[in-house]
């Protein structure tokens, strides 16, 4: 089946329009929350005066190592958040709280599977990013495939998803950088602007969140948006192999 990005697109938007109640629910805790506190973490980090590019980056780094176990419980917050997500919408007939129960004691295998993902990825990219590109189409609908088809594992999550994407790895990877790509672009756009808001605010960690708020919210739609995208393109794709 070749995959209909613009379908899909329409998809996704008809996803929210019926299931928005229950996406606002699950992310506003596991992708707002985090997202601000990820943002207040990085907005905690100053740049040397007169520090050259190279240092600039290397006290970067040293202040990410230092805060690295508050990255970590953050980024699996959104983790946790996007496998309850295509939990509840791919594998129907379930509560909100038996999503959450059994998302909790298959985070760790869905958080590997999108860490070796993001590290092939990134293996690609650096060889003449193309590669990186097409690997993502191929391996994007993975985790997908593990949220709707757990009784698989996490191999057969890993066969499924790349026996869906097969024939569709560019136009997979077209529609879930697009996409990627907007949502960034505004977040970036709102944290720049919210940027003199925040030094506005000196110490006041209860004013920085407050202008931060928005620039997270952003972010949450951002997410929302990118994980609806891969759910309908998972169904259809995966409807497509099954015969539907």
């Known amino acids: 089946m070749r995959l209909s990005l613009g379908s899909t697109l329409a998809d996704a938007a008809a996803l929210w ?3 928005r109640d229950l996406v606002v629910r699950v992310a506003g805790v596991f992708y707002l929350l985090p997202i601000l506190a990820l943002i207040m973490l990085g907005s905690g980090f100053e740049v040397p005066k007169q520090a050259t590019p190279e ?3 290397e006290a970067f780094s040293a202040y990410y190592r230092a805060n690295l176990v508050w990255v970590f419980v953050f980024s699996a917050a959104l983790e946790f958040g996007t496998l309850a997500l295509l939990k509840l919408l791919l594998r129907r007939g379930h509560t909100i709280g038996e999503t959450l129960q059994a998302s909790a004691l298959r985070l760790l295998p869905f958080f590997l599977l999108g860490y070796a993902n993001g590290a092939v990825i990134q293996l690609g990219i650096t060889l003449f990013v193309v590669p990186g590109i097409y690997v993502f189409g191929r391996t994007w609908m993975m985790g997908a495939a593990y949220a709707a088809e757990p009784e698989r594992g996490l191999l057969g999550a890993v066969e499924r998803g790349f026996r869906v994407s097969a024939g569709n790895g560019w136009r997979i990877a077209l529609l879930g950088i697009g996409v990627l790509m907007i949502a ?7 944290l720049l602007v919210g940027q003199p808001l925040v030094a506005l605010a000196g110490e006041a960690q209860w004013a920085q969140a407050l202008f931060l708020v928005p620039v997270a919210a952003a972010g949450t739609a951002a997410y ?5 995208v891969r759910i309908a393109a998972y169904r259809r794709l995966a409807g ?5």
């Open 55 to 57: 240092q600039a980056l």
């Open 240 to 244: 497509s192999s099954n015969g539907m």
């Open 17 to 19: 329009r019926s299931e």
């Open 224 to 228: 929302i948006a990118v994980t609806l």
């Open 184 to 190: 960034v672009a505004v977040v970036l756009t709102l």
